[in-house]
Structure formats: C-alpha cells, structure tokens
C-alpha cells in the first residue's frame, strides 16, 4: 500500500507574525518557514506504518513556491521514501490544494492519504475533507491512532470528552492530530540520504487543476494589544477589584 503524505509550508511556529502595514496579509519577508507541524507529524504516521509493514512506500506531497522542495527534504529526511512539489507562485487556497492532491491521488492511487488536521497559517481545517469529498473516499480527522489491517484502516479519533475509533474501507483520508506521535529526530545521515531520494516537480497547470483563488481576504489584523497588569497590595483590594472594577464577582 502506497501512502500518500501532503506537507505544507509555513512560517515557523517559533516566529511572531507580522502583519503587513496594508492589512492585506502576513509579512512573509526574511520570515523562518518550516513544516507545518501537524504534517510532520502526518509524514511520521506515514513512516512508522512502512516501518510496522502496513504500507509499502510513503510518497510527500507539497504544494506551493520553488522553496517548498526544502519542506519536501525534511519528509524525506523523516523516512519518506519520494517526493512531489506541485510547484505555482500563485496564493493556494485549501479547495485548491485539495484539487491538487486529489489529481495526485489520480496518479498515485494511494491506499491512505494523510493530512495535518490543520496548517498553522490559515487554521482553515478544511484541505483533508475537502479532498476526502472529492475523491468520494472515507474520511477520518483528527486522529491519536491509526492502525492499518486486511485492507481497513482502523483510525481513533479525538472528539469532544472522549475518543471515538472508526474503522475505514480503504482508499481513504485521514488527518493528523497533535498526540497522534511524537516525530523523530531529523539526523544528520538521514538528511545527507534525502538529498538523494527522488523530487520531481508538477505543475497545477499539467495536472489540470485551475486554482485561482475562490475567496478574497478583505483584512488582516493582528490580535489588541494586552493591558498591563497591576499588583494588588492584598486579598481584600483583590476582591475588591474583582467586584467593584472587573464585576466579575
Ligand atoms: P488547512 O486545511 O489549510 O488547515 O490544511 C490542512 C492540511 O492540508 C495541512 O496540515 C497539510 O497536510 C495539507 N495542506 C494544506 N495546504 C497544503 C499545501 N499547500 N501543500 C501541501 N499540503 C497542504
């Protein structure tokens, strides 16, 4: 079975975001990227499933600028075995990537696509279902575990107060939660081996897939600043406050 890893590209989870002075988005200048979180945790499911013998090749997709070939490295430096830059300048929304990924599928014909649950930057939570629904597969989202046995995809999911575990015909999509696995150690061998494995680069044009965008940001913001805070000299003043300023008590 062949897996099929999507990794998106976004400025590092360490970095505080600037908003562009013209509101019209984040300034992405000399920021640092990196790989979403979620996804390398999406490539490490990927890898430990080749690992236990579930999956036969895990296949990293990544959609985006030329730069994302270094987001397709890290994959392959985690344990992917290839890699696949869908390669446009042009701003991707998750219907567009889903578009994308499902024209991958297409070709590939993957038995598991997995996704991160969401991409940091957009908190959009929207690419894996929109690709599950395209392809008119099962999907499952925000997973803490996946087992693959006789051709099912045995998947326990985070929801609300509880787990709840869904078994899934395959071909099917799943999306990556943060407790899903911690993901290896990127060593220096491993990084030296992915410079070799194999990257081939597509075009949204070649796999036919318009992806002009169908939304349009009106405004970004960034969050009101917090007001200091004070030091009360003791209990009474705190309850005080509490009752007579916050109104909260
Ligand atoms: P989102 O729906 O934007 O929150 O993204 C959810 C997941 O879809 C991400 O964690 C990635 O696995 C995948 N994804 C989103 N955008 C891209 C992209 N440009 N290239 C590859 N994968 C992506």
């Not at 979403?36 to 990544?62: C, M, Q, Y």
């Not at 575990?145 to 575990?165: F, P, Y």
């Not at 992806?211 to 003043?237: F, H, N, Q, S, Y």
């Amino acid at each position: 079975m062949r897996v099929l890893v999507a990794v998106k590209r976004v400025v590092d989870y360490n970095v505080k975001v600037r908003v562009k002075s013209d509101r019209s988005g984040v300034d992405l200048a000399n920021v640092k990227m990196s790989m979403n979180p979620f996804d390398e945790i999406a490539v490490e499911a990927a890898v430990r499933l080749k690992e236990a013998g579930a999956a036969t090749e895990v296949v990293a997709v990544s959609c985006g600028v030329a730069p994302c070939q270094e987001t397709l490295r890290t994959a392959l430096a985690i344990g992917a075995d290839r890699a696949i830059l869908v390669q446009t300048d042009a701003e991707l929304q998750p219907l567009a990537v889903a578009k994308l990924l499902k024209a991958i599928a297409d070709k590939e014909q993957p038995g598991l696509v997995i996704l991160g649950k969401q991409a940091i930057d957009d908190d959009a939570n929207q690419t894996g279902q929109m690709l599950a629904a395209l392809a008119d597969w099962p999907q499952a989202t925000f997973a803490s575990k996946i087992e693959v046995a006789d051709g099912r995809a045995k998947v326990t999911r985070e929801v609300d107060g509880g787990l709840e575990t869904l078994s899934l015909g395959l071909p099917a999509v799943v999306t990556a939660d943060l407790r899903l696995n911690e993901p290896r150690y990127v060593t220096l061998p491993n990084i030296m081996k992915a410079k070799k494995k194999p990257l081939e680069t597509t075009t949204p044009d070649a796999l036919g897939v318009d992806v002009a965008p169908r939304l349009e940001t009106l405004a970004v913001a960034e969050p009101p600043g917090r007001k200091g805070g004070i030091k009360v000299p003791d209990v009474a003043t705190l309850v005080d406050k509490l009752r007579n300023e916050a109104k909260l008590i």
